[in-house]
């Protein structure tokens, strides 16, 4: 089972660089064009159009399956880091989460109610043998809305319709333009929020360029609600939001010190977010891949969750705990270094990609001491284009799936890529 290819080969349609040409390929260029002026209409004035890939795929049906339970298992086990982290000093000094969110974290009332309410898992590999996690994504939805909303109009393209409903592939669940509203209104009704209370709805998001507050802005307004555009750190009771979402990620802490009312409003329940601070910023910290990784903490995880993450989590240790600097100058070529909050690819370092002194140079530095070191996994191709898998895990579901394609070898849209549409082939459950 595990030589079988991730994506089907028989409903696997590109005509990216370096493909092989394909007898369908007018018809996908037709709706490839017709897609791209939909997302250039609905695009926000202020930010690019989505670059759309003229690739459409679909999930092989022997492969799905296992892929979707080893998927589920990594998540299950990552909660359970998020849940062990507020009672375990051996845990926390390993993640090493800075201590302006640490202290927030501390301030949570129900470890064990902690729950990874949502996560994008981002996967090198292209068969079941060879897939690997190599980052999950606690506050990134942008991208999941983004997909569903070109999947759907991949599917009103009668070309690429047709061929969809010959092959008889069901919509996703990401597919409804209304999921993420639906799903936040659940999730402020089962703690209790009135119907009242949802109206208005608070997008907090940080400053600079990011399409997200406004993809999840607009899928509120779609929904009949107010979205509130809001920095944390202007956080006010006064406003009369009890619901809204977070989108952050933790690159530079320091800003989270003028955050203290929005915090103590999550942490004491006056403002209700999925994937609270204390399962964010626990989750957001990429050394919870080596926490998976490394034998001394296999006592967090079931015996029989242990297989499989050997299975889909690549070898990951911490730099100066778990692997010396020695060692890893001595792997250089199979060897990956990460930031623990780093984000677009900014930070990722590929070991064949330097020279052995540069690589040596960059191991020695003090500032990386604490860094993600991973094994390099080979990513799939698809012409002479990188390919990844990406999927969205929503209450412990898979919501649906996604791909980037780039000519880099860190395959993100930020990154001169492009996104394409991957389906599953079996209904939502």
Sequence with gaps: ????????????????????????????????????????????????????????????????????????????????????????????????????????IARHRDPQSLTVDFCRLDLFGDRLGTVRVLEFNAS????VIECGTLARLWRRTPEIGALLDEWRVPAGRFEDEHWFTSWLLAHGRARGLTEEQTRHIGVYHTAGRNPDPHLIAEQFRRGGRTALMRLPSDYSAGDGVRLGYLKHVPADPDPVHGWDRFCAAVTDGELVIPNVLAQRWVAENKLCLAVL??????????????????????????????????????DRTRLVLKAPYGYFGNSVRIGREHRPEDWAELMGAPRHRGWLVQERVAPATVGSLTRDLCVAVLDHTVLGYLSRTSRSSVVNVAREGAVQTVLSPFPAT
């Design 140 to 143: 990134s939805p942008g991208a």
């Design 293 to 330: 990784s490394d034998p001394r903490f296999e006592g967090l995880f079931p015996p029989a969750a242990l297989a499989t993450l050997r299975t889909i989590v690549p070898w990951s240790r911490k730099l100066g705990d778990g692997i010396t600097v020695e060692q890893a100058v001595a």
């Design 1 to 104: 089972m595990d030589d079988l290819s991730l994506i089907d080969p028989d409903r696997d349609l590109t005509t990216v660089p370096g493909a092989d040409p394909q007898p369908l390929r007018p018809a996908l260029l037709k709706a490839h064009a017709a897609v791209c002026r939909a997302v250039e209409a609905e695009a926000d004035p202020a930010s690019a159009p989505l670059p759309v890939a003229p690739a459409v795929s679909v999930l092989h049906p022997e492969a799905e399956p296992l892929l979707r339970q080893r998927v589920l298992t990594a998540v299950d086990c990552l909660q359970r880091i998020v849940r062990a982290y507020p009672g375990n000093p051996l845990l926390q000094d390993f993640l090493d989460v800075p201590p302006v969110l640490h202290r927030w």
